[in-house]
């Protein structure tokens, strides 16, 4: 059971625009920054979104991100089938001395 | 260029104590605002974050696996070691190594992963 709550699907057609949620609570989401990670098959997580909505560098601005209040969003304009990875967002969580939460993953298909 | 790489067991036995390296290059942990941090996923699971080491020696854990874990750092080498001990089935997973940048305050680059097999 992730700290952090996402749909465990989402699904959309190529161009269309997808959006992932993650809610948390006040310890976490709350009060801190929401980082997503992008999966491929097979492969490591790569970070997509930094503080909310930043992107790092190589990261095409079909990806955004938004927080507000104890939930944040992750939305992808412009589906493409090279989109379809595993999401997870991520969030540091002030409790027990302070650690660092994931959600539980969204799987994303390109139908 | 920053890279991390794990190694260390693929196989362990229940009750045994896992001892990962995470050898890096392209930064230095003695950098202020730094961290290397552990994180690993059961096959078919999700993420789970298992603990942090900043340049200043400050460490973070998950609660919930804080008794069994125990990351350090050696500079001069350039490598983060996690151990954990008393393991079990369930512990089977990949680990992943990850520099957690101060700008980003995320893992911004992470390793390849190792997978570990717990099994007797």
């Known amino acids: 059971q992730s700290v952090l709550t996402q749909p465990p699907s989402a699904s959309g057609t190529p161009g269309q625009r997808v959006t992932i949620s993650c809610s948390g609570s006040?310890?976490?989401?709350?009060?801190?920054?929401v980082n997503w990670y992008q999966q491929l098959p097979g492969t490591a997580p790569k970070l997509l979104i930094y503080s909310n909505n930043q992107r790092p560098s190589g990261v095409p601005d079909r990806f955004s991100g938004s927080k507000s209040g104890t939930s944040a969003s992750l939305a992808i304009s412009g589906l493409q089938s090279e989109d379809e990875a595993d999401y997870y967002c991520a969030a540091w969580d002030d409790s027990l001395n302070g650690w660092e939460v994931f959600g539980g993953g969204t799987k994303l298909t390109v139908l | 260029q920053i890279t991390l790489k794990e190694s260390g067991p693929t196989l362990v036995k229940p009750t045994q104590t896992l001892t990962l390296t995470c050898t890096f290059s392209?930064?230095?942990?003695?950098?202020?605002?730094?961290?290397v941090g552990w994180i690993r996923q059961p096959p078919g699971k999700a993420l789970e974050w298992l603990a942090l080491i900043y340049w200043d020696d400050d460490k973070r854990y998950s609660p919930s696996l804080k008794s069994r874990l125990t990351i350090t750092k050696d500079t001069s080498k350039n490598q983060v070691v996690l151990t954990m001990t008393n393991m079990d089935p369930v512990d089977t997973a990949t680990y992943y190594c990850?520099?957690?940048?101060?700008?980003?305050?995320?893992?911004?680059?992470w390793g390849q992963g190792t997978m570990v097999t717990v099994s007797s």
């Open positions: 392209g930064f230095s942990l003695s950098t202020s605002g730094v961290g």
């Open positions: 990850a520099h957690r940048s101060s700008i980003t305050a995320a893992f911004d680059i």
């Open positions: 006040s310890s976490n989401i709350g009060s801190n920054t």
